[in-house]
């Protein structure tokens, strides 16, 4: 499995586009790894996770045609995860050349109740909207997704809606993706284990950093988080362990990050990060 960290940043982004912090300044000035845009992440470039407003720079600078995917799973429906207005030009003379004719988008029930909703604002014409396919998902519930076994785990977050992580299974290896998300529950640790197989990559919230809040994790909750799936053998040595959607509120430059990781078994990650395993 092939996993491209398009985004590394949580919800403003970093720097954040109004903010004018040390840390955002310092973001600016030092450039590379330390600006981080909105969260959203891709599978062998076929399975994408989230559509942020940062969609269209991240294809352009990743070389990523959008064309080619055919299926899209969504967190939860804050705004720096899904904007589904972006879609309004996916097909017709916006795009006569499309390998993928529909567009299959997997989520919580928000998900398509959002794209309704903006699309009485700002109408979609008909021959768009007819291949834009909308998939309800439930917790524990596993489907068959283009050719991955996706199961959706409740996600500690978003609290007015059910927000959703997944594990993702192409049969070799599974993929564990924790953002946005408070620590895990211990129903989300029992659904682990019952899963019955090692993790080769755990991707983790990391929003708050040195800080707490209980709708997203902290940087030793990522610490501890890789403790317990060793614990409970859902991870081992081998596993990837992999920190995302990190503020500007809360964590210095990138090689701050590092240096507060180096030695625990945890990397932060970066925008157009690429991990294979």
């Known amino acids: 499995m092939r996993l491209q960290i398009l985004g590394s940043g949580g919800g403003e982004g970093y ?3 109004f903010c004018s912090c040390g840390h955002c300044s310092a973001a600016r000035k030092a450039g590379g790894k330390s600006l981080r845009s909105l969260s959203q992440s891709l599978i062998d470039g076929k399975l994408l996770i989230d559509l942020p407003a940062d969609t269209h720079m991240h294809f352009m600078l990743n070389n990523i045609d959008f064309g080619k995917i055919a299926h899209l799973l969504v967190t939860h429906t804050h705004a720096d995860h899904y904007v589904p207005n972006i879609l309004d030009s996916r097909g017709t003379d916006f795009a006569p050349v499309m390998q993928e004719k529909q567009l299959h988008i997997y989520g919580n029930a928000d998900v398509k109740r959002c794209y309704d909703g903006v699309a009485q604002y700002f109408p979609v014409r008909k021959e768009i909207r007819e291949n834009i396919v909308f998939h309800e998902l439930h917790p524990g519930e596993t489907v068959r997704i283009g050719g991955y076994s ?5 996600a500690y977050h978003a609290f007015d809606q059910v927000a959703l992580n997944y594990i993702i299974d192409d049969g070799r290896s599974a ?5 946005d998300t408070g620590f895990p529950k211990e129903e989300t640790f029992a659904a682990l284990k019952g899963y019955g197989k090692r993790f080769s990559c755990v991707v983790a919230d990391g929003t708050m950093g040195v800080n707490y809040y209980e709708g997203h994790m902290n940087f030793q909750e990522n610490i501890a988080l890789r403790a317990r799936l060793l614990g409970m053998g859902a991870a081992d040595e081998n596993t990837k362990f992999i920190v ?3 503020t500007h509120n809360h964590a210095g430059l990138h090689e701050e990050v590092e240096a507060y990781f180096a030695g625990t078994g945890v990397v932060p990650s970066y925008d157009g990060m690429t991990l294979e395993f």
Request: hydrophobic share 60%; aromatic share 6%.
């Open 175 to 179: 993929l564990l993706y924790l953002v």
């Open 15 to 17: 720097p954040a586009l």
């Open 244 to 246: 995302a959607h990190i």
């Open 150 to 154: 996706v199961t959706p785990l409740h």
